[in-house]
């Protein structure tokens, strides 16, 4: 750090951060199942790229967080997305640019990727 500017802006984006983990009745809430069989799979790119795109983004009432195993270690790493007063949705085989499509289509305009979901994944 060379300026009060630079902490300034540590401070802001850590406060982000934060405030992107905490959830009210109105917040629509990302989980990635980090446990050891989805870090394995790559469920740690998949969790920054939430991060990144609801960050970049700037979604309110939105929050990302991780979990632990959620028991279907072969179709990992897994998403739960659950927007209140609708039915959570398990995405699941997910990379960071599926996540990029995710928040893109289902969070922000309300669309269900279908071919993504685990209903795909098992036909």
Same mark, same amino acid.
């Given at each position: 750090m060379k300026s009060l500017a630079e902490l300034e802006a540590i401070k802001n984006k850590v406060k982000n951060q934060v405030a992107m983990?905490?959830?009210?009745?109105? @917040? @629509?809430?990302?989980?990635?199942?980090?446990? @050891?069989?989805g870090i394995a799979a790559g469920a740690r790119p998949v969790l920054n790229a939430l991060v990144e795109e609801v960050g970049k983004r700037n979604l309110e009432h939105v929050t990302?967080?991780?979990?632990?195993?959620?028991?279907?270690c072969r179709l990992e790493p897994i998403v739960e997305v659950? =927007?209140?007063?609708?039915?959570?949705? @398990?995405? =699941?085989?997910?990379?960071?640019?599926?996540?990029?499509?995710?928040?893109s289509e289902h969070i922000v305009n309300g669309r269900v990727v279908n071919?993504?979901?685990?209903?795909?994944?098992?036909?």
């Open positions: 983990r905490q959830d009210d009745d109105h @917040t @629509t809430r990302i989980v990635v199942g980090m446990a @050891t069989c990302v967080a991780q979990t632990g195993c959620i028991g279907m659950m =927007v209140p007063g609708q039915e959570k949705v @398990t995405y =699941v085989k997910m990379s960071p640019e599926k996540a990029q499509r995710i928040i071919d993504l979901t685990i209903g795909a994944a098992q036909e």
